[in-house]
């Protein structure tokens, strides 16, 4: 099975770990010495490449085979049928 291929956000991701955490570590750190400064780049790069791996992957496309609805119908209008009895006045007479 091929391996998928990094996407540009993984790439983003990690590179900006790496070069935030890098300065972060070293200014943290203070180290001048050679080996101070390889720990510092191999623990930025292993920080960098852990972000990148677990960065989320994009969702894939549907198919283009789903199936569409059906062409749409027309809409019919219903019209209530007619009061069948008198008509009464919505105002209503004075009690006496």
Do not use: H, K, N, W
Not at 39 to 58: D, E, Q
Not at 66 to 92: E, I, L, M
């Amino acid at each position: 099975m091929a391996m998928p291929r990094p996407t540009v956000a993984q790439f983003a991701y990690g590179s900006c770990t790496v070069i935030f955490s890098t300065v972060a570590m070293l200014l943290l750190s203070g180290t001048s010495s050679g080996a101070g400064v390889a720990v510092v780049a191999v623990s930025a790069l292993a920080l960098g490449l852990l972000v990148a791996v677990t960065a989320p992957l994009p969702v894939p496309r549907r198919s283009a085979t789903v199936a569409r609805p059906a062409a749409p119908q027309p809409v019919r209008a219903t019209v209530p049928s007619p009061a069948r009895g008198p008509v009464r006045d919505s105002v209503r007479e004075p009690v006496r």
